[in-house]
């Protein structure tokens, strides 16, 4: 056990291990598909779920804080996020409340436009704490499809080649989940 898990309350232990147990398959075949979705590969896929759960996390640890997220990780947000009614679900079960999503900084005003960069690099910081935390090998997500040994080979040298479709994972997001108020 992680120091960092030790310190953590018994209610964030919950929500960590209800957001290891949200099962978000349809996000996945919506990632992976090439007519609607983004055509990701299945790792591509489960590696931004995991990423995703992270900063849903991160959210719910620290509600007072504007998150800036990756590219990767918004694309699937925006996904889930097509999913109202499982959004919604999620959102109530995990946190309590509806979770904003901001769609875009511009619209956000002078002043936190000239802070976005400073919170994406906060938003950086706090989800490397709890890197590794939501792999989607625990998660139900790798059970979405059967296990093709060809295919993941192949996606694993395309993977390589592709370097990512450009590591949406290093890039700020232009949308963002805003402050929440405190109770």
């Not at 398959?25 to 609607?36: G, K, R, T, V, W």
């Not at 296990?147 to 949308?175: F, M, R, V, W």
């Amino acid at each position: 056990m992680s120091v960092v898990k030790e310190a953590l309350s018994t209610q964030s232990l919950a929500c960590m291990e209800q957001l290891r147990a949200l099962n978000l398959s349809p996000i996945a075949a919506y990632l992976m598909n090439p007519q609607h979705g983004y055509g990701w590969r299945q790792q591509q896929a489960f590696r931004a779920i995991g990423r995703y759960k992270t900063f849903l996390f991160v959210s719910y640890l620290y509600p007072q804080i504007l998150l800036v997220p990756t590219q990767e990780i918004d694309r699937v947000w925006h996904c889930h996020l097509l999913h109202t009614s499982k959004y919604r679900q999620d959102c109530e079960r995990l946190f309590g409340c509806f979770i904003d999503h901001e769609p875009d900084s511009e619209l956000w005003g002078e002043a936190k436009r000239q802070n976005l960069n400073a919170a994406f690099a906060q938003t950086q910081a706090l989800l490397a704490l709890f890197e590794g935390y939501f792999e989607t090998e625990a998660s139900g997500e790798s059970q979405l499809h059967p296990d093709h040994t060809l295919e993941l080979a192949q996606e694993k040298i395309q993977s390589e080649n592709e370097a990512d479709k450009g590591n949406l994972h290093l890039y700020p997001s232009a949308c963002g989940r805003p402050q929440q108020a405190i109770a």
